[in-house]
């Protein structure tokens, strides 16, 4: 996603001198063409989150629409107190573009595994949280949210080949994408995991079980109302997230759930183990956390007859 990234957002800052980008001194051979292109609009803060928020807070403030790029656990946690004390408690339009969401960045261990990020930026009232399934998703999902007011903060993958069957880059701020399907479960995912979620669907309906994939690439504010009715179709629903269980999607479907009284069983499929040391590639985390295709596929089977 962050060639899509880039590309949308040298469009948009073509036809709006306050778009900006900051980066933390990461992005080596992805951020290069927006800073030939504006190079006095692009500025590496160098290893500097903290400052890098401060900076952007700074820039919002006088008018301009900063984006801020880096690891998502760089972007999002290490400034935290900064993007809570000054885009968010000031409602400014400061972009926060965590890049590698989850296990993407496997081998570099548990320090870059963003799996509490939603859950810490979703939080805030104010915040708007977008996490795009893939690049042509993300590409949408820029152009819908890049100017709306106050922060957001976008969960992006690296993943600029891979598609989700289906989806065709549809989004819309606070909805639901469906990706058809039957009325025995409803698989609903989050990010770049959503690959594994629709292919796990696929099989399972092979296998009899008459299964809805969906998206919510949107997610805070929660897209309640397209949740609540499309949830309230079915006695059983899964989420799938490469996030903590908490905090995060499957937090967000059990408010709704519970807020509107549907008659439905969820399911939490993420990250439930607390940190190991362990590291590894994407494919061997997301089996190791049961959030692969092969494993959403037993879960989904255990939970329709009953078992789960």
């Not at 897209?223 to 499309?230: H, K, M, Q, R």
């Not at 993420?270 to 590291?279: I, K, R």
Request: net charge neutral.
């Amino acid at each position: 996603m962050r060639g899509a990234f880039v590309k949308t957002l040298i469009e948009l800052a073509a036809g709006d001198r306050r778009v900006l980008l900051l980066t933390g001194d990461i992005g080596y051979m992805a951020l290069e063409p927006f800073a030939e292109r504006f190079p006095d609009r692009f500025f590496n803060v160098g290893v500097a989150e903290q400052n890098m928020l401060g900076i952007a807070t700074g820039l919002a403030e006088a008018g301009f629409v900063p984006f801020v790029y880096s690891i998502a656990t760089f972007v999002s946690l290490r400034p935290y107190e900064f993007i809570r004390n000054g885009p968010v408690l000031h409602s400014l339009p400061v972009r926060v573009v965590g890049v590698g969401g989850g296990f993407e960045y496997g081998h570099n261990g548990i320090t870059h595994h963003a799996v509490e990020d939603v859950a810490v930026m979703r939080a805030h009232p104010g915040m708007t949280v977008v996490s795009p399934a893939d690049h042509e998703q993300a590409r949408a999902a820029l152009l819908a949210t890049w100017n709306v007011p106050g922060p957001v903060y976008y969960r992006l993958g690296k993943d600029d080949r891979t598609v989700v069957p289906g989806l065709n880059g549809r989004f819309e701020a606070g909805r639901v994408q469906s990706l058809g399907g039957g009325k025995d479960l409803l698989i609903l995912a989050m990010g770049s995991v959503a690959k594994e979620a629709a292919a796990a669907a696929e099989t399972l309906r092979g296998q009899g079980v008459a299964c809805t994939a969906a998206v919510a690439a949107s997610v805070h504010p929660a897209p309640a109302g397209d949740l609540a009715a499309l949830a309230g179709g079915f006695r059983h629903v899964m989420t799938v997230e490469a996030h903590y269980v908490n905090g995060g999607l499957g937090s967000m479907t059990a408010e709704v759930i519970a807020e509107r009284g549907l008659p439905c069983r969820l399911t939490r499929c993420g990250v439930s183990l607390p940190p190991d040391g362990v590291s590894g590639s994407q494919e061997y985390l997301h089996r190791l956390h049961g959030i692969d295709r092969d494993s959403l596929v037993a879960t989904g089977l255990r939970v329709v007859r009953g078992g789960a």
